[in-house]
């Protein structure tokens, strides 16, 4: 044990006089250097080459190394226990910085090696970090499968290619069964780059891109897209103003893509003579179930059209022609194709024309057609006169379930009228009626009350007049016939609320997502006057994605639709006035040319 210890004694005083040693050479080497004043060179293995830059009258060297690049491979060395050889050359402020830091936080090798320098772009233009290899993932794809990188990667590498700038909405949804966008600012060039990766996409079922400014190209970009793609059977390009072009880029598809089942092209500033494209793609489109066409101009040369292709057509489910300009010969040929087509079980006419006219060939087609389930015939011009043709449809039929008239010039005599022919009728089958707007008496209701003890019957009304007054429908807070989103955006901009406002009420995690039960529950403490009913179907209107919960995203998207059915309604309004102001002029010039 003795000789051990004395054999360690020896071995540490022979290590100090090593390291006295060394200390006492780097000293005399630091005076030489002072004194001759030569810069000392670098000993490590890096290689250094000197240049010297002339910047007016001054002169200055740089020093240049292969390390300096390479700045996410290096290791610090332990400052503490090592001796730095003085240099005469300072060391850049960035590079001081860095080693500071490091440093400081005393990492380990292993975490040296995941830090990654900030890219910096010098005046002349060069960045000195282009040549390092970025990651092929970002973080937030960590957690993905391997099939969703690859599909994330693929959008990503062709907004590259395009020069344009990802949209992380599609990018989060690019792999999963439905996308939905709506009012984004993507663009023409936006939706090329969408278009290019959903190409070999077997993920998305559904497309919704609505009011995204795609216009002519953007539709060409989608349908050249489905010309290969075979899985998306859902298409939503709505408000996108594509054009006569666009739809028919569109109708050239579905020549030969005969997966899509569903197709919105609202909004898209078609006319009269673009009937003709989708005359072809009612004939050429077999899978084609539903076709919304409202937000349009169609006249009265383009429902002629229109009416030919419905009458041979008969596997078309559903077809939405509101807000549109139907009528006279154009308004009857759509609903005079009802006689001969037999796969129609929805339509939608609201917002047109329609008068006694053109319901007295209603009256007809809904006497022989069996197959249509749902009529809307909203806000149009039904006076008594057309309400008395469409009560002998309704009468004599045996196929409609559902009937909406609100919003037009219907009494309270004329909505008695209504409920008593479908409370005597032998062969009416209607369940729902929608009445929205239109008062009713106390009569009403109680045959509303007969035919609901015998069967199943839904009716919506407004107010109910009673000892020659009106009373209000308590039982359904607001009025229960009017869109809820508006309402809630009406209220929040009349008391000046905006939807960040909204959000963090609602929001108490921070997570910037409510579920259903926490937006219910906020609308209620806030004291919002709705039903438990009318909270569940605000909620399914915002919730765009359909994933039970409402985001800011979604919030935002539901207040610019809102924003656009405002900016409609008061355009209208201008139209309206307008005509009533050439209606009055037209009048006085008549009386005064009659008294001359």
């Not at 400081?104 to 060069?126: A, H, N, V, W």
């Not at 308004?331 to 009802?338: G, Q, T």
Request: with cysteine; net charge negative; aromatic share 4%.
């Amino acid at each position: 044990m003795g000789n051990k210890l004395m054999a360690m004694k020896a071995a540490q005083q022979q290590l100090d006089g090593r390291e006295t040693d060394d200390i006492g050479n780097q000293d005399a080497n630091s005076k030489h250097d002072e004194n001759q004043n030569v810069p000392v060179q670098n000993t490590s293995d890096s290689k250094r080459e000197i240049q010297t830059v002339q910047i007016g009258n001054r002169s200055a060297s740089l020093f240049l190394s292969s390390a300096s690049i390479n700045l996410s491979k290096a290791i610090p060395k332990d400052t503490n226990n090592a001796k730095q050889s003085p240099s005469t050359t300072p060391e850049p402020i960035s590079r001081q910085t860095t080693k500071t830091k490091r440093e400081k936080s005393r990492l380990i090798p292993d975490e040296m090696l995941q830090i990654r320098p900030k890219r910096e772009f010098t005046f002349t233009g060069y960045d000195i970090m282009a040549d390092v290899a970025s990651p092929e993932c970002s973080d937030d794809d960590e957690d993905d499968d391997d099939d969703t990188r690859q599909i994330k990667s693929t959008y990503r590498n062709t907004c590259k290619m395009l020069g344009v700038t990802p949209a992380s909405s599609f990018k989060n949804q690019v792999a999963t069964p439905a996308i939905t966008m709506r009012s984004h600012p993507t663009g023409p060039a936006g939706v090329r780059a969408m278009a290019i990766a959903l190409v070999d996409n077997q993920v998305v079922t559904s497309l919704d891109l609505e009011d995204n400014g795609l216009f002519t190209d953007g539709a060409k970009y989608i349908a050249e897209m489905l010309h290969k793609n075979r899985t998306i059977i859902d298409l939503n390009i709505a408000e996108n103003l594509i054009g006569t072009e666009g739809v028919r880029a569109i109708a050239d598809v579905l020549h030969v893509n005969h997966k899509i089942t569903s197709l919105d092209i609202s909004g898209s500033g078609l006319v009269d003579t673009d009937a003709l494209v989708l005359a072809d793609i009612l004939q050429n489109a077999p899978c084609l179930r539903e076709l919304i066409l409202s937000h349009n101009k169609f006249c009265g040369e383009g429902g002629m059209i229109l009416g030919s292709a419905i009458a041979m057509n008969d596997t078309l489910r559903l077809l939405d022609l509101s807000w549109n300009h139907l009528r006279g010969k154009g308004a009857m040929a759509i609903v005079a194709a009802l006689q001969k087509n037999i796969g129609l079980r929805k339509l939608d006419i609201s917002w047109n024309g329609y008068g006694k006219d053109e319901c007295f060939i209603l009256s007809h087609a809904l006497q022989e057609n069996t197959t249509l389930k749902e009529l809307d015939i909203s806000n149009n011009r039904l006076n008594k006169e057309a309400i008395k043709h469409l009560l002998d449809g309704i009468e004599n039929g045996d196929g409609l379930e559902t009937l909406r008239i609100r919003g037009n010039p219907v009494s309270p005599e004329l909505a008695l009228a209504i409920i008593k022919v479908i409370q005597e009728s032998e062969n009416c089958r209607i369940q729902q009626l929608d009445m929205g707007d239109i008062d009713v008496n106390e009569d009403f209701v109680s045959v509303v009350d007969d035919i609901t003890m015998y069967r199943p019957f839904e009716v919506l009304y407004s107010n109910v007049l009673k000892h020659g007054g009106l009373q209000k429908r308590e039982v359904e807070g607001i009025d229960y016939n009017v869109n809820m989103v508006d309402e809630l955006f009406k209220y929040m901009h009349e008391n000046n609320y905006r939807v960040i406002d909204l959000m963090k009420w609602l929001d108490k995690d921070g997570s910037m997502s409510v579920s259903r039960d926490e937006f219910k529950q906020g609308m209620k403490t806030a004291q919002f006057p709705l039903t438990e009913f009318q909270l569940d179907k605000m909620v399914d209107e915002l919730d765009m994605d359909g994933d039970g919960e409402v985001d800011f995203s979604e919030l935002l998207a539901g207040e610019r639709i809102f924003r656009r059915r405002m900016r409609r309604r008061l355009e209208r309004e201008k139209a309206n006035a307008k005509r009533r102001a050439e209606f009055k002029r037209t009048s006085v010039l008549l009386t005064i040319g009659e008294h001359s």
